[in-house]
Structures are given as structure tokens and as C-alpha cells.
């Protein structure tokens, strides 16, 4: 059973940190793209981060970029999303993604970041 476990949201002050994690289970982790999208409501959902499966290779979104990183380790089969000078822009429903190819993609539950004073 394919399982995808988000953590590490929460409120947090402008220009604040957080690390979200995500733990998977249930398929081969190092043979899946790893994507970080995130959802406002009432908007469409965006993605916000991608790596690779062997996590050579990684892209953001141009609103993220320099402020947040996407990283793996294949050995415990998780991904997490370092998440640097926090705006209240960022606030939202994270969410993890594997993408396998369009007949395997999973998705966790989310995970709520709320950037406020």
C-alpha cells in the first residue's frame, strides 16, 4: 500500500524557517521523481519544487527559488522541503507528489504552512 506521510507545518513569522519531510512507503522511492506542490484555496494547486530520483537534478518554482530547497535520501525513502524567509505569500497546503509517470503518481494529505505576525 502506497503511503505518503507529509510533517513539519505549522505557523511561523515572516522571513521564519520550516522544514517540511515527507515519508513514503509502499513503492520504489529512488525510481520516482519527488515534487513539493502547494495549495491556496480557491486556487489551483502549484508546484513549488521537483528532484530527481537519484537527487542530482532539481527545479523550483521562480516564486521559491533561492529561498527554498528540495532534498532526498533514498535510504529512509523520504523528501523534505527546506523553506527559508518565509512570506506570507508561502502560506498554504503543502503537499508531496511522487511522480512515477502519468499512471503512477501518489499523493500524501497535506501538510498546513501559515506565514503570519
Known amino acids: 500500500q502506497v503511503q505518503l506521510v507529509e510533517s513539519g507545518g505549522g505557523l511561523v513569522q515572516p522571513g521564519g524557517s520550516l522544514r517540511l519531510s515527507c515519508a513514503a512507503s509502499?513503492?520504489?522511492?529512488?525510481?520516482?521523481?519527488m515534487n513539493w506542490y502547494r495549495q491556496v484555496q480557491g486556487k489551483e494547486r502549484e508546484l513549488v519544487a521537483s528532484i530527481s530520483g537519484g537527487g542530482g537534478s532539481t527545479n523550483y518554482a521562480g516564486s521559491v527559488k533561492g529561498r527554498f530547497t528540495i532534498s532526498r535520501d533514498n535510504d529512509k525513502n523520504s523528501v523534505y522541503l527546506q523553506m527559508n524567509s518565509l512570506k506570507p505569500d508561502d502560506a498554504a497546503v503543502y503537499y508531496c507528489?511522487?511522480?512515477?509517470?502519468?499512471?503512477?503518481?501518489?499523493w500524501g494529505q497535506g501538510t498546513t504552512v501559515t506565514v503570519s505576525a
Open positions: 507528489n511522487a511522480d512515477g509517470g502519468p499512471q503512477f503518481q501518489y
Open positions: 509502499g513503492f520504489t522511492f529512488s525510481n520516482y521523481y
